[in-house]
């Protein structure tokens, strides 16, 4: 009895803390979820592709993934300043970062082209075997993922700009609520391709 109180206690709470959020955040978050069904159902058809033969997968695992990984993991560090030069009201600071942010995701972007090209030149090409073709499907919808949240950086960056040369603007921009949820929608949307993208590079580590 006292652990049906408990749980039902929870669910209560985890409902009061959902009807706090903006309704953007929880679609948001919904996004995310159905985002990471759609990664788990494609991983496992290329599990399940995979040919019985391992010599499909006896070649160098491709050293630019290992790299775009290595920008991610920091680019994951470079997102965590923008909310606080916000919150601080750093403008300067705020674009600083976001610059930073957004320079490092092209650069992610830019290895996983020249990833997808050292596949190719293993005869790994999207239109032969199956499991060849997952990959790039798997690394390509997480690319499309990363564009789109960087798209939103993008916009941030640009406002935030704009906003610097109002001295009324800025003073409006600093305190707006609906502001600090757009930049703790990118700081979660933003973690959240992360987290996708390191489980994706482990098990394709793995697999090689």
Not at 9 to 26: G, Y
Not at 82 to 98: F, N, Q, R, T, V
Request: net charge positive.
């Amino acid at each position: 009895m006292k652990k049906e109180k408990e749980g039902l206690n929870l669910r209560k709470e985890a409902f009061r803390k959902m009807e706090q959020m903006h309704p953007h955040e929880v679609l948001v978050y919904i996004s995310m979820i159905g985002s990471a069904v759609i990664f788990f159902f494609t991983i496992l058809a290329f599990t399940v592709s995979k040919p019985v033969e391992v010599d499909f997968f006896k070649f160098e695992f491709p050293k630019s993934f290992i790299v775009s990984t290595v920008v991610l993991l920091v680019s994951n560090y470079s997102v965590t300043k923008i909310m606080p030069h916000y919150l601080s009201d750093d403008i300067e600071g705020l674009k600083k970062w976001m610059g930073i942010t957004f320079l490092l995701g092209l650069i992610f972007a830019c290895f996983q082209i020249i990833g997808w090209k050292e596949l190719q030149a293993h005869n790994i090409l999207f239109t032969g075997e199956r499991s060849g073709a997952y990959l790039y499907v798997i690394s390509g919808l997480h690319v499309i993922h990363m564009a789109g949240v960087m798209g939103f950086l993008l916009y941030l960056l640009l406002e935030s700009h704009k906003v610097s040369k109002d001295v009324v603007k800025h003073l409006l921009y600093s305190t707006s609520p609906y502001q600090k949820v757009k930049f703790k929608i990118l700081s979660n949307c933003w973690h959240f391709v992360d987290a996708v993208w390191v489980a994706i590079f482990f098990y394709f580590l793995f697999s090689f």
